[in-house]
């Protein structure tokens, strides 16, 4: 019989539910609209008032005897699949609620039409299947002993529509016939068969490769699917032709021993697994049907499922046969913990101190060791280094340089440093005679020019200076919150302002968050650009043998973005956010660090070529060590566009989001306006924290 009443709920509008239903003592009422209205407040994005003030339904379970008041159906739906997103977006539920699905055979038919029913991705759903519940097959169906007896169709008809009441389902408990198949197939856009019986596998395939529509089919056997896109190809042979040139008339009359050689060709004998294939010899015999497993029908389900989430969004379904085996996927388990990174703490001790003595050095290992201690932008060392009889020169890398180096300015930074740490351990020895800067069309260097090699006359009043210098670090973890002193910030201003620099501090809480918004919108746009993602996490390291790049142990990340590293460096996943416009807590890492700040302190030069850069990282460094000598920890937050001097270059920075650097750096410039021939040299976060110090890698000199 078609769709007794039996089979699915009754929907009433609340004017409309019979008097007989609220006034019967044997049916139980219950109310879930409270629940639900508490819920609709507390969801993300906030619901149009409109879907908050939907009028409820009641729904009626004849064969439960039950009546309750449920929320409208917009509201429903939002509820109840809101923990889809992002997996399937509003769109893809919206295409998903159009779609009419037919389903032949409720064995692992009711795990499909159940998993598709959870995710919302039917609107209307046809299940057909002549066959009653019996105990033999409760080692795979979720049904309960109060199911027996009762037709498969009915049973998962019943279960869909006690999860979704609105989910239009209809059911043929005379299985698809010659008689029938037509009015089953009317509409369908999708067709799942999933029956015992050969003929009517092959007459499925028939008529709906005669009306294009696709079919597919899940065979729990070694988790096999197979696609068969008669939409797209009209003439494709059934079961892609593994038993031959099939046609329905040449199976009619034809008995079980006939067509069992036939199934067994549709399910290539030589890859099923070793107990269906040996079931095979002993049906009849020890065994009266195929042997199946409850999980592998359900990953049945959810195979399904994924490729009806496919054709949902529009994305690749070909024709084809594919298989998830679980059983070879667990021959293939691995420990985690072999091979994996980490760093060491005893290796990264050994290479932290396995250096010679400071007081060991000769003059020139120690200048170059100095010059090598440096910041510089992702730890990336962009400098080379080489010694001759009385000059050290530290030349500009033009290969260790990133999207955001913008015309090498950051290194030429990084640069300028190394030369003021080289300055500083050649005046310690007294053989320091000069610097020079030079740039020419080639590259941007400096010179330490020496004197007295080896004379053995040190200066002490510069050695106190080098050993401050060669304890710098980079310390990254949140601050106190605490002020910055009125006395710390004049030492400071005084060691910034020079003929060719300035600073101008952040200190007031009201500029500070201003610049934790901009810190957070520039993040989120590095994690969303794929080229500067991947950038990014390149110069994040934790083996305990690099040299260079950023250790992760001196990120001293909180525990919750800890854990999520290994997410937050994948690209599939920012494309995602991006296509979806989320992404918002990916810079609230990078804001709360501001907020968290006693001040920050933005240094100021005069002129925007490379050697102007070059000369102000000679300050950069001097700066630094300055806030460290004073208890502040220092950490640089150099926002992504800040090397980027129009908004045409900072659109260059990100395809996709271009616009947003260019508007934070207009927003930068009202925060620390600077005039036509200046430039932002950098921006250093100034803490007083108990944050570790990690010790910098460094490459060979």
Not at 13 to 32: G, R, Y
Not at 125 to 135: I, K, Q, S, T, V
Not at 199 to 214: A, F, M, S, T
Not at 523 to 537: C, G, I, N, Q, V
Request: glycine content about 8%.
């Amino acid at each position: 019989m078609h769709y007794t009443p039996a089979t699915a709920a009754n929907v009433y509008s609340e004017s409309e539910v019979p008097v007989s239903l609220l006034d019967d003592d044997a049916i139980d009422v219950t109310d879930m609209t409270t629940q639900t209205r508490r819920a609709l407040d507390e969801i993300l994005p906030p619901v149009d008032p409109s879907v908050r003030d939907e009028e409820c339904r009641f729904a009626y379970f004849p064969w439960r005897k039950s009546l309750v008041k449920i929320p409208g159906p917009i509201s429903y739906r939002r509820l109840r699949l809101d923990r889809n997103r992002h997996k399937l977006t509003a769109a893809d539920l919206d295409a998903a609620a159009k779609l009419r699905v037919g389903i032949v055979g409720l064995s692992v038919g009711h795990a499909i039409a159940l998993t598709l029913a959870l995710e919302g991705l039917a609107g209307e759903l046809r299940l057909a299947d002549f066959d009653d519940l019996e105990l033999t097959n409760m080692n795979r169906i979720p049904a309960t002993l109060l199911d027996i007896d009762t037709n498969k169709a009915i049973v998962a008809s019943r279960r869909i529509s006690e999860i979704d009441p609105y989910l239009t389902t209809s059911v043929f408990t005379e299985g698809i016939t010659n008689e029938n198949i037509d009015e089953f197939l009317d509409g369908l856009d999708l067709v799942v068969e999933e029956c015992d019986s050969f003929d009517v596998k092959v007459l499925v395939r028939h008529r709906c490769r005669e009306l294009g529509i696709p079919v597919l089919m899940e065979t729990s056997d070694g988790g096999t699917l197979d696609v068969e896109r008669f939409d797209l190809e009209p003439e494709r042979p059934l079961f892609h032709g593994l038993a031959g040139d099939l046609r329905i008339e040449d199976l009619v009359g034809l008995d079980r021993a006939h067509l069992t050689p036939l199934a067994v060709k549709v399910l290539e004998p030589a890859r099923v697994t070793a107990p269906m294939a040996a079931s095979a010899i002993e049906l009849g015999h020890t065994v009266t049907a195929w042997p199946q497993l409850a999980g592998d029908v359900l990953l049945g389900g959810a195979t399904v499922a994924a490729a009806v989430r496919r054709l949902v969004q529009g994305r690749p379904l070909p024709s084809g046969r594919v298989r998830f085996d679980r059983d070879t996927w667990l021959d293939g388990l691995s420990d985690p913990l072999d091979g994996a990174g980490g760093t060491d703490a005893g290796t990264a001790e050994s290479l932290a101190h396995n250096e010679i003595p400071v007081d060991e050095m000769s003059d020139l290992d120690l200048i170059t060791h100095a010059a090598a201690r440096a910041p510089s932008a992702g730890n990336q060392q962009p400098w080379r280094i080489s010694v001759d009889d009385d000059t050290v020169t530290i030349a500009l890398d033009r290969d260790r340089t990133s999207t955001l180096d913008v015309e090498h300015r950051a290194s030429a930074v990084a640069v300028g440093a190394a030369l003021h740490n080289a300055r500083v351990a050649a005046a310690s020895r007294g053989v320091l005679d000069d610097i020079e800067i030079v740039e020419d069309d080639q590259t941007v260097l400096g010179r330490v020019r020496l004197k007295g090699l080896g004379a053995g006359v040190h200066a002490p009043e510069y050695e106190s200076d080098l050993q401050a210098l060669l304890a710098r670090s980079t310390r990254r973890g949140p601050g106190d919150g605490s002020p910055l002193g009125d006395e710390d910030l004049l030492r400071l201003t005084a060691v910034a302002d020079t003929e060719t620099t300035r600073l101008v501090p952040l200190s007031d809480r009201t500029r500070i968050a201003t610049f934790a918004t901009i810190s957070d919108r520039s993040d989120r746009a590095r994690f969303l650009t794929p080229a500067l993602h991947r950038e990014m996490f390149a110069e994040l390291t934790a083996d305990p043998a690099a040299g260079a790049g950023i250790d992760i142990a001196s990120l001293d990340l909180p525990p919750a973005m800890a854990g999520m590293l290994d997410v937050l460096r994948r690209g599939d996943v920012m494309s995602l956010l991006d296509e979806w416009g989320g992404g918002a807590a990916l810079g609230a890492d990078a804001a709360a660090r501001v907020a968290s700040a006693s001040g920050i302190l933005l240094l100021v030069q005069s002129g925007r070529t490379r050697a102007d850069y070059m000369r102000a990282g000679l300050v950069v460094e001097q700066l630094w060590v300055a806030a460290e000598q004073l208890g502040y920890t220092v950490h640089p937050m150099t926002p992504a566009f800040l090397y980027a001097l129009d908004d045409a270059t900072a659109h260059t920075l990100s395809d996709n989001h271009g616009d947003l650097l260019a508007g934070l750096r207009r927003e930068m410039d009202e925060l620390c306006p600077v005039a036509d021939d200046e430039a932002v040299t950098i921006a250093l976060r100034v803490s007083r924290s108990d944050s570790p110090a990690v010790r910098s890698r460094r490459l060979e000199v």
